[in-house]
């Protein structure tokens, strides 16, 4: 029911409204940093990332890039990444991995900080007519 819902909303309290509604500094903005709300108790940014069988870690919460496009993608993604993301999703059919990949690199981020998802497109996957695996023969 949708007043079970409501109810167990982690946003409920008007204290919690008030925080939101607060502008906030970049800088205060840094993963693992508390924030401070208006009745002084302290919220921290860091959502825990989750370990892949790889040992790889995978941000539980990433930054989309569906139907970005151009500078605005550009823009998205390196504000993100200054607002604390670390992990990015993108795909070859969305075609902006352009300017998410110079946004990354603008952002100064060590790659090894970053979490890239991207999707290939099925047309992309086996050999292409030159023997060659299709996303080198294009």
Do not use: H
């Amino acid at each position: 029911e949708l007043s079970n819902i409501q109810s167990n909303c982690p946003l409920q309290s008007p204290l919690e409204i008030s925080a939101m509604k607060r502008e906030y500094e970049e800088d205060e903005l840094t993963p693992g940093k508390k924030l401070k709300l208006a009745d002084g108790a302290q919220v921290s940014l860091t959502v825990p990332n989750l370990q892949l069988n790889t040992g790889a870690q995978m941000p539980q919460v990433m930054f989309g890039t569906y139907k970005t496009k151009g500078e605005s993608c550009f823009s998205a993604v390196l504000s993100a990444l200054r607002s604390g993301y670390r992990g990015m999703d993108t795909a070859s059919v969305y075609a902006n991995e352009k300017e998410v990949g110079a946004a990354i690199r603008e952002s100064g981020i060590p790659r090894q900080q970053l979490f890239i998802q991207t999707k290939l497109w099925r047309s992309f996957v086996g050999n292409g007519k030159n023997g060659k695996p299709r996303c080198d023969a294009e």
